[in-house]
């Protein structure tokens, strides 16, 4: 394995410290096979749980936690996210094997969990410096990258023990609701297209469509990529996963997918490496999932157009955190451009 290519952490970001001898202390009561020095940074790059990379002698962990002044009783429940890993590790072998849950605030100042590292590339903003992602590695990436969201919806969420983890009747509905609320909430600055966006959601409810287990987030920067062959070793980030409609969950991974020829101002949020050459455009996703997992497509507008709305409003809680002063991190600081750019790219494509 290149250790040059695989996705490292870094220095913990100030504000964002972990108490690192009672953590030690926990880690080594609950996991008793430790021993070592425990030494902790952070991975810099996620925007709402936050992700700690934990050595303890020369093993290697992540331990996850809610970012700071979030509300963890609802979208950061980190009981949550740990009993789904629970249960999905034994059917599908594309997640980090959880091993110890803390719900005792005084350890760290929140709930937390920790899991095993799986180690490999996650390709974000910037390829690492080395890797070749030539037309033909992303023709076959991005292709696998849709199979395996068919494959994620095919799991047999009842025989997993996730079947009460979402009430999937009546579920695009609430969501429409759930987020429209959500960005009442966050709301700083008045963007009249998020209005419009929202009320046109609300109108526009396609038929159910059945039910799946979902991630929520599904996109690149969430995948664990092998270093040899690129292939899917891990799915990250399972805290927004529920049993809903799937196409809510292909729309969701249509919003993260920039296009080379999309408006320029939508190229410059680029949530990943979907402009790469080689890719599979937007409308090639939809026909190899509908291939693959023999769906019905023929509402995706609606879920495109909904996932624009859903992550125009996570940017939009992001900012406001920072806005409010819960959390220092620079990153934040210009993320309302984000919400008015999604907003606006949706309005348009209403026109189209």
Request: with cysteine; charged share 20%; glycine share 6%.
């Amino acid at each position: 394995m290149n250790i040059n290519l695989v996705d490292q952490p870094r220095e913990v970001r100030r504000g964002e410290e972990l108490p690192v001898e009672k953590l030690a202390a926990y880690l080594r009561a609950h996991l008793p096979a430790m021993s070592g020095e425990v030494v902790v940074k952070q991975f810099p790059s996620g925007h709402s749980n936050l992700t700690y990379a934990i050595q303890i002698g020369e093993q290697q962990f992540v331990l996850r936690r809610p970012p700071f002044g979030a509300n963890i009783k609802s979208a950061h429940d980190m009981s949550r996210e740990y009993r789904i890993l629970s249960h999905l590790y034994p059917v599908y072998p594309r997640v980090p094997r959880p091993l110890v849950y803390c719900d005792d605030e005084t350890i760290v100042g929140a709930p937390f969990y920790v899991m095993e590292r799986v180690q490999g590339i996650i390709l974000r903003a910037k390829p690492p410096e080395g890797l070749n992602l030539t037309p033909a590695v992303m023709r076959q990436l991005s292709s696998a990258t849709v199979d395996n969201l068919a494959t994620i919806h095919a799991i047999d969420y009842h025989a997993a023990g996730l079947g009460d983890l979402g009430k999937p009747q009546g579920y695009v509905m609430r969501q429409v609701r759930g987020w429209t609320e959500r960005y009442l909430n966050a709301q700083t600055d008045d963007i009249p297209e998020m209005a419009r966006l929202a009320t046109w959601l609300a109108e526009h409810l396609p038929p159910e469509s059945g039910a799946a287990l979902i991630h929520n987030d599904y996109k690149y920067d969430n995948l664990v990529l092998d270093p040899n062959d690129l292939s899917i070793r891990a799915v990250l980030d399972w805290e927004m996963a529920t049993i809903g409609d799937p196409l809510m969950d292909l729309g969701t991974m249509l919003g993260y997918w920039v296009q080379a020829n999309d408006a320029e101002e939508l190229r410059t949020l680029a949530f990943g490496l979907t402009m790469l050459p080689g890719n599979l455009t937007r409308d090639e996703i939809v026909q190899r999932y509908a291939h693959v997992s023999g769906r019905d497509v023929s509402h995706i507008q609606f879920y495109y157009l909904y996932a624009l709305f859903k992550i125009a409003v996570i940017i939009q809680q992001i900012y406001a955190r920072w806005k409010r002063g819960y959390t220092q991190d620079p990153r934040f600081a210009n993320l309302i451009n984000g919400v008015r750019v999604l907003a606006s790219t949706a309005v348009r494509a209403l026109a189209a």
